[in-house]
């Protein structure tokens, strides 16, 4: 069974400081993705990655992959108090299980003046 | 572009009570997920329905269903309430296959008493 680990699992940050969510995954996976929930919102696409060493970026975030690793991680630089959110990492399999995303547990991000 | 549709917004139902929620894809995607968002559980996959057939099914009981229409419009229902369904149930979709991402509806916010 698919699992997918993220921490820290709260994450305190003060303005202008860089930090790193780190995201875990425990079977080979087809592609990674990266959202972000606003408080009593839906879930936001941030990021797709989709092979080896794969490095996206937007704004302050950048994400990239690791699949020898079975790690993504999502880096946070200058942080904003605008990127206060919960950010999740999901992993999709191929084949027949296409369709379903497993997520980790939620990174909850406060960033505070 | 019109984005994922999930009615209603809110609703709240008493114990053994039966609801169905609706989603509404973005156009052109044919395939619908359905996931469950609670605090203690994160998210959760449901099922996922392509071509009006489910291709995908999380672990959870008979009584969560759900059906896509030939217009790719799905739904989801639950059958004899119980007070642990309360949740959020959020609704994505995506192309079916490729490089795909999911995105997701506003959610239904469910309430059971």
């Known amino acids: 069974e698919l699992k997918v680990e993220q921490n820290p699992l709260f994450l305190s940050m003060q303005e202008g400081k860089n930090y790193t969510i780190y995201c875990n995954y425990s079977?080979?996976?087809?592609?990674l993705y990266w959202y972000r929930q606003d408080p009593g919102k839906s879930l936001e696409s941030l990021f797709v990655?989709?092979?080896?060493?794969a490095v996206k970026q937007e704004g302050r975030l950048m994400a990239s992959l690791d699949t020898k690793a079975r790690l993504s991680t999502l880096h946070i630089t200058a942080a904003v108090h605008d990127l206060s959110a919960t950010y999740f990492c999901?992993?999709?399999?191929?084949?027949?299980?296409?369709?379903?995303?497993?997520f980790g547990q939620g990174t909850i991000l406060t960033v505070h003046p | 572009k019109a984005g994922v549709t999930q009615t209603p917004r809110y609703l709240i139902k008493t114990r053994g009570q039966q609801v169905t929620l609706s989603c509404s894809p973005i156009?052109?995607?044919?395939?619908v997920s359905w996931y469950q968002q609670t605090p203690g559980q994160g998210l959760q996959f449901l099922f996922e329905?392509?071509?009006?057939?489910?291709?995908n099914k999380g672990n959870f009981p008979g009584r969560f269903s759900g059906r896509q229409f030939s217009n790719s419009r799905s739904e989801m229902n639950v059958s004899t309430l119980e007070l642990g369904d309360s949740a959020l149930y959020l609704c994505?979709?995506?192309?079916?296959?490729?490089?795909?991402?999911?995105?997701f509806g506003q959610g239904t916010r469910l309430t059971v008493v």
């Open positions: 994505a979709s995506s192309f079916p296959e490729g490089i795909s991402r999911a995105f």
């Open positions: 079977t080979t996976s087809d592609r």
């Open positions: 990655l989709l092979s080896n060493g």
């Open positions: 999901a992993v999709g399999l191929g084949g027949t299980s296409y369709g379903k995303l497993t």
């Open positions: 156009s052109g995607h044919r395939s």
């Open positions: 329905y392509f071509s009006e057939t489910q291709r």
